[in-house]
């Protein structure tokens, strides 16, 4: 089984930046995807980056494009997501999350099968 273990959220004003890790742990050969959500106080959670595990392709959210790039280590079986140019609206906690089957699509919360504990980020303006 698969565990997924976040960190690096934080507190930071507008226009910095910031890294999240996702350290993967248990039978990590199984994992296709990883991905990042976040989710806002009072809003659904929602689709932030993906990327494939063997390819490396990657996928992102229109809101952070540009901005946000998502990469894998598979040496350490870690994914990150390095933030930058930080908006107070990028303000939420983020969930690692991580699907053991293959994925037609990245962008559904549901169709991940493990997650982590989240981390915050606030960014304040």
């Known amino acids: 089984q698969v565990q997924l273990v976040e960190s690096g959220g934080g507190l930071v004003q507008a226009g910095d930046s910031l890294t999240l890790s996702c350290a993967a742990s248990?039978?990590?050969?199984?994992?296709?995807?990883m991905a990042w959500f976040r989710q806002a106080p009072g809003l659904e959670r929602e689709f932030v980056a993906a990327?494939?595990?063997?390819?490396?392709?990657?996928f992102y959210a229109d809101s952070v494009k540009g901005r946000f790039t998502i990469t894998r280590d598979r040496t350490t079986d870690t994914s990150y997501l390095q933030m930058n140019s930080l908006k107070p609206e990028d303000t939420a906690v983020y969930y690692c999350?991580?699907?053991?089957?293959?994925?037609?699509?990245?962008?559904?919360?549901?169709?991940?099968?493990?997650w982590g504990q989240g981390t915050q980020v606030a960014v304040s303006s």
């Open positions: 248990g039978r990590t050969s199984s994992h296709y995807t």
């Open positions: 990327i494939r595990w063997s390819s490396g392709f990657t």
């Open positions: 999350a991580c699907a053991t089957q293959y994925l037609l699509t990245v962008l559904t919360a549901e169709d991940y099968n493990l």
